[in-house]
């Protein structure tokens, strides 16, 4: 988790918007599009275009199915404006001095959707991470921070006081899409993750997204509702998945795999880094996501210690998951997270656990974790032995959930081999 960070010069978004219009003229009304803009608003960018600038209100630009574009600084979707990405797209960033990445503003869409055997993908020349900044999206969902908060890149605005925020925001569609070499370095300290969401809301879809090959995190939320389905965090160098200022979507199905990133940087650091606000762990609203079937895989490294990390006054529930290969599979800490556990605000339920747990302040203990209700595992022999490049096995058993956004499972895991295998072996999760 990073704090905030650049405060862009206008007159460097000013060049950068010269540099888009560049871009756009480019653009044509070939047969398979729909128009030039014009009347329509609409633009279709030519097959090898550079994309950098902005996208305006009351404008779709259209990536079409199958092209290829570079990437080249940052290109922003304002306010009333709307990215449409095909299946097949490839985004290239280009390697250069100045970071790129793609950053949807408040009131701005991205509609970018590609499929399991067409997927969309989002590279970099550079094939290393910390080559380019990844995608951004801000919506108009709560943020405990409060009102004035800017994204960690592009500098925008998002989130609304807890009287005005909108938490069924819609922001678009991300679907069938794989993040690569994400985590622009601007200081050893200041790096993008893969998909970043600032209080983006539930209206917007977001499902079947791999990080792959990372240096910071691969999926953080900033506060919001949107729920998630089918991600994938494979060899990001930081925490795979982080949450914070009061995120309380939910989640399905999620995979991550550190198991290529020793040696490098914090070893993987944690496979879940959760907080509500490190400011005030007890700011309002509090984060409370729920998640089931996930499949948590470190790399054993005694320095990168941690798998799931719960801290600063989150709550959470979390079902039918599997922790392993971290010498400290799930760490509680802080009064207020602590205390949400013990009382039963936040729940562990079929949780199993490849290595030891630990309560740093002793309040919700192993003990409690174990208890016959909970049906959680420490230490478990259970657990699939997973194979090299491989997340597919599950254990029998598990929570059913009411809840309608979640597929029942009998089994704890994320992703069972055979008919209910949602997607291993598919073009759009690369190993």
């Not at 606000?277 to 790399?299: E, K, Q, R």
């Not at 509680?332 to 039963?344: F, M």
């Amino acid at each position: 988790m990073k704090l905030n960070f650049l405060n862009w010069n206008v007159n460097v978004w000013a060049l950068a918007a010269l540099v888009g219009m560049g871009s756009l003229s480019s653009c044509s009304s070939d047969d398979d599009g729909p128009g030039d803009g014009g009347d329509t608003g609409e633009i279709v960018v030519d097959n090898g275009a550079t994309l950098s600038g902005i996208v305006t209100k009351g404008q779709t630009v259209i990536l079409k199915e199958g092209r290829s574009f570079k990437l080249s600084g940052g290109y922003t979707v304002e306010d009333g404006g709307l990215l449409k990405i095909e299946p097949g797209v490839t985004i290239e960033a280009v390697e250069d001095d100045i970071v790129d990445f793609i950053l949807v503003k408040m009131g701005g869409k991205i509609d970018a959707q590609g499929t399991a055997d067409s997927p969309i993908i989002m590279t970099a020349q550079l094939k290393e991470s910390k080559a380019w900044g990844g995608i951004h999206i801000c919506g108009k969902a709560h943020t405990n921070k409060g009102t004035g908060t800017k994204s960690e890149i592009g500098d925008a605005s998002y989130g609304s006081g807890t009287s005005t925020a909108n938490d069924n925001d819609n922001s678009g569609t991300l679907r069938y899409i794989r993040l690569e070499y994400t985590g622009y370095a601007f200081t050893k300290e200041k790096e993008s993750n893969g998909l970043t969401c600032y209080a983006v809301g539930s209206g917007t879809t977001i499902d079947h997204i791999q990080a792959y090959k990372g240096a910071d995190d691969g999926f953080e939320f900033f506060g919001g509702s949107v729920n998630v389905k089918y991600l994938v965090a494979t060899d990001c160098e930081d925490d795979s998945f982080d949450w914070t200022e009061g995120w309380n979507g939910k989640g399905q199905f999620l995979v991550a795999d550190q198991r290529g990133t020793s040696g490098v940087k914090d070893d993987g650091d944690c496979l879940i880094e959760a907080d509500n606000n490190g400011d005030d762990n007890a700011a309002s609203p509090v984060a409370h996501p729920i998640l089931a079937n996930m499949t948590l895989i470190g790399n054993s490294s005694s320095e990168g210690s941690r798998g799931i990390r719960l801290r600063e006054g989150t709550e959470v529930e979390i079902y039918n998951s599997i922790v392993t290969g971290k010498p400290k599979s799930l760490t509680v800490e802080t009064e207020i997270t602590e205390n949400a556990l013990k009382d039963g605000k936040s729940k562990l339920q079929y949780v199993v656990l490849g290595q030891a747990f630990s309560s740093n302040e002793g309040i919700y203990t192993e003990d409690l974790f174990l208890t016959e209700a909970n049906k959680n595992q420490v230490n478990s022999a259970n657990i699939p032995a997973f194979a090299d490049n491989s997340f597919v096995g599950v254990i029998d058993g598990a929570v059913k959930l009411s809840d309608s956004f979640f597929t029942e499972t009998d089994y704890t895991g994320a992703v069972k081999d055979g008919d209910s295998n949602w997607g291993i072996g598919k073009a759009w999760i690369r190993k």
